[in-house]
């Protein structure tokens, strides 16, 4: 069954630094979004990615924050700066034109120090 | 703007017994319903959807939902719980003029043996 690859599964990193969180969507799905649950805490939307551009981000989502698909395959989110409140699980999900429903990928598990 | 609510933060049950995990949902367009289940250290999965039609939607694992408009729920329920139903489960909220999928809360279903 296809499913949406994150990697990669858990990184550290140290205040300040930038962090590149990678997805590979399921192949032939065209709408793309990132989502982070700081633990314990609510799954929230980031931003949704259409047609290589941003449709829709949220008020979490500000300058530090990027994404792009460099290649045509891997979905990127990309953190300039880190602070320690961007620890947090992201995950990138994935949906095919014309479906509903949005497929999660495993998380990446960031922990700034 | 859409919302959801899910009422109880943890669901204590013993097995086998029958389950219901409330969720409430607010919206001023039609919207999309879904539930999604995270187990201990993994990603987020797809439990099942409401799009429209029958009222009574079923899912993987024994659970179904139905969707009540006058009431603006969509309760998740099994009617006989296994040890391996303990995880996090999210209702899910999307509007069908917009991309983004909203989550609620969630609640952790512990099953006592």
């Known amino acids: 069954e296809p499913e949406v690859t994150q990697t990669p599964s858990h990184q550290v990193t140290q205040m300040g630094q930038e962090v590149i969180l990678r997805c590979v969507p399921i192949?032939?799905?065209?709408?793309f979004y990132w989502y982070r649950q700081i633990l314990g805490q609510k799954v929230e939307f980031l931003v949704s990615?259409?047609?290589?551009?941003?449709?829709?981000k949220s008020e979490i989502f500000d300058d530090q924050f990027s994404v792009e698909r460099p290649d045509g395959s891997n979905f990127t989110l990309k953190i300039r700066s880190t602070k320690l409140e961007d620890s947090a699980m992201y995950f990138c999900?994935?949906?095919?034109?014309?479906?509903?429903?949005?497929?999660f990928g495993q998380g990446t598990r960031l922990t700034v120090v | 703007a859409q919302s959801v609510t899910q009422l109880d933060s943890q669901v204590p049950v013993f097995e086998e017994a029958p389950v219901e995990l409330r969720c409430n949902y607010s919206?001023?367009?039609?919207?999309?319903l879904f539930w999604y289940v995270q187990y201990p250290n993994q990603g987020l999965q797809l439990l099942l959807k409401?799009?429209?039609?029958?009222?009574l939607v079923k899912g993987i694992n024994g659970f179904e939902a139905e969707f009540n408009k006058s009431q603006t729920s969509f309760h998740l329920r099994k009617p006989s719980v296994h040890i391996s139903d303990t995880a996090e489960y999210f209702c899910?909220?999307?509007?069908?003029?917009?991309?983004?999928?909203?989550f609620g809360s969630g609640t952790r279903l512990s099953i006592r043996p």
């Open positions: 990615f259409y047609n290589n551009e941003i449709s829709e």
């Open positions: 899910a909220v999307r509007s069908s003029s917009a991309s983004k999928i909203i």
């Open positions: 192949s032939n799905h065209l709408y």
């Open positions: 409401y799009l429209s039609g029958s009222t």
């Open positions: 999900a994935t949906r095919e034109r014309g479906h509903t429903e949005a497929f």
């Open positions: 919206s001023s367009v039609s919207v999309y």
